[in-house]
């Protein structure tokens, strides 16, 4: 079957043999018109085998290996030659901040190398014209034969045979241009024999915010051929076993797994892909065998499906959850199988914080052979099939074996490999549940099953600034709380003044590092790594400072307290400002703070205040308030890339709430803008004031991106800003 690449012969070969093998036990067909299967189309990158990277500088001819350190991306077209590298930084172009990269240089026929991740201050300058697809673009238009793209200090290399993906759209498709990503000991080898460092390029870039290109003199050889074929059919397969009861036969429990993978590479090796993800499919099958042939008669309909094309980024299973063939909004459950065949012995269960009912009940009835094994987790989207189906509100549960996991995207992915026993351990388990819940009386259904997926895989933050002391006593064992970015604030005895306050300060900072180390809590270092504390449930703090009175007279003490830990100032606008101007010492503790990194959040401001602080702010700052501004002093924010967050007050309407929203949004655009919890998040009116904002939002046509960009994503970014970071965005 050639890897089973969705869109190829080998894929199509797979789905035929799975509804022969299903027409052949009995199993329903489940597909469109009385068929197994689902159709939809494909765009597929075909890169044909052959391909070739030497790098050539003054010293050194090196080759370099296809899928470790380098890929031809989605949208690349061909390319067949030796060509001068030329360096041309972050490939920026924009007229009106009057900065090019390729200003006065010839680049017409030959290879341009720059940077796909910009620093804040650059992407917030640019803004449009700093995504990555602008920036091939200009690159085509200079009249470049192909683009060479690396991620700037990247921490680890790419996973083998699977890379970066640039996120590119398909305009940018050429079928003359060629567009590479390069890995970090690509670069490395061709910066090695020049007589300067890429490092100080880019700090040179950023200080100076002015281009740093230049002809490098090095030379690739590169050969590729490559096309984009757009609307490729490939399909889906889909069984079903009918329920027995003339009610619960509308409801469905769906068990399903990915039978797609990688087809052919560019070196001629066939991606078999047995772990991934012939194991999860067999068990699919096997389960679906095993009912038919003992004659199972379920109360609820169970559905196998075998997704095409999740290797292209889920495809198949959004495919069918946007097109459902059974009511999605009766789905029970859908149960994913993906890598099964290595491991330790013990099977993953991932899923239990978005689905906690429906886990329950298995958990209740399972024997204990079997639950003896499982491993339950907290789960999510990410990674698989299962999460196409939590975008609807579905509890989707990732199923897969606890261990290693060999030969991951590699040809070497054989059945060899495979451990039977692994499964039959899977298929017990998954057989087990969905009789279960094929089974079990109860109303799997409770309202509003969409919001309340969002309100648990959102990003939360709760703005109720309590003090560090309190938050670490009261939520020390703090699981699954909802918070999962609480602002705490480090609060001085009352009186200290002087150096006694600033030295009691850095104490209490040095005190919340120490006291998280006790608890279920995680000090905030970075977005990636609240990432990871959400996935295992737990709350991040973030520290900071109410007033500014510890920078009256010593205002380089914000750069101290940035250093020992802090990350933003709440304050009200007047104690910046004497007689509506801002002071020379404002002015001062202002500047100190945005040079420090510190993030500055005004509360309580007049319009006329906010102006008078943005026009002396260096950096983007946050804006708090409970009404909106005026139209003049939202576009100076919108205009000066500061971010207003309204807040929505204890007892406040949610509908008239999300009004306001959507009018500041209007004026402001989305991301300037955030959501502001008045009542604690950690309290049952704060978590139902914000699950009811979300509620609305959602009535409202607003899109789970910029709902998540809403919630906490511009907040987060603003934060970055103010730190000088590399812009990312949260998820």
Known sequence: MLGRRSGHPGGEAGAEYIAARFKEWGVEPAGENGTYFQTFTVDLNQVEEGVVLELMTTK????????????????????????????????????????????GLEVKGKWVLFASNLPSSLADKFGEAASLTRRVRWAQERGAKGALIFRREEPQPAAPARGVRLGL???????DFAIISIETRVVDALFRDLLTDLRYLFQEIERQQ????FTTGAKAFISVAARWEEKKPTKNVLGKITGSDPILKNEYVIIGAHMDHLGVDPLGEVMNGANDNASGTAVVMEIARVLKLNQVKPKRTIVFGLWAAEEMGLLGSRYFADHPLVPIEKTVAYLNMDMVGHGSGNVNFRGIY??????EVIKAKLPKEILDYVRPGRGGPGGSDHSSFLAKGVPGFSINTEGYHFKYHQANDVVELIKPELLKKTGELVLAAANILANEKGDFFPPQRLERYHFRYQTLINFKFEPSVQVLEGHKDAQDSHVDLQLVRVSPPQGATGDALRVELVRQLMGVAEGVKKTNLVLFTGASELQGAMNQGKTTLLPGLRGIDVLKGEPRWADVLAKQGLYFILEEAAAFLTEGKISDEGKNILQAINQAGLLLLINRAQDDQIKEILNYAIKSIGIIGKELPGKETLELIREKGAVFGLEASSGAEPAAYVQKLLEARQALGSDNLFIVNGPCLWEKEGQDLVFQIIAELFKAKVESG????????????????????TASGPR
Request: hydrophobic share 30%.
């Open 169 to 175: 759209s398909r305009e940018v498709y050429r079928p």
């Open 60 to 103: 050194v001819r090196r080759s370099f290996y296809y899928g470790e350190d380098w890929r031809v991306q989605a949208y690349s077209g061909s390319a067949h030659g030796t060509a001068e590298i030329v360096f041309v930084g972050y490939g920026l172009r924009d007229e009106k901040a009057n900065y090019d990269d390729y200003a």
């Open 706 to 725: 910029e709902l998540g960009n809403l919630l906490s994503g511009n907040f987060l970014r603003l934060l970055s800003r103010a730190r000088g970071e």
């Open 354 to 359: 978005y689905g906690p009912e429906v886990w």
């Open 210 to 213: 002015k281009p740093m290109s």
